[in-house]
């Protein structure tokens, strides 16, 4: 959540040296499309989309909420295989 709020306070060129050096710390970083995806060592996440003319949109899930988020899309069927009908 602190990337998040960091990023609402600046503009977007000073936000992606923010973004680069949180991606040098990430647990994982990845591009989905053209989202910027960060997940953080405390289990949070971030996904930050550039809209163009200056504008960021930037979603975070907290970590609490993390194993929901994967036990509804289910990206790693292996580890809850015995959740699964």
């Known amino acids: 959540m602190e990337l998040a709020d960091k990023l ?10 923010i973004i680069e050096g949180s991606t040098a710390r990430a647990l994982h970083f990845d591009v989905i499309g053209e989202v910027m995806c960060i997940m953080h060592s405390d289990g949070s996440a971030n996904m930050i989309d550039y809209m163009g003319k200056g504008v960021m949109s930037v979603e975070s899930i907290s970590s609490e909420n993390i194993l929901k988020v994967l036990k509804h899309y289910r990206p ?4 809850f295989s015995k959740q699964m009908q």
Do not use: C, L
């Open 8 to 17: 609402r306070q600046v503009e977007v060129g000073e936000g992606m040296k």
């Open 76 to 79: 790693f069927k292996s580890v």
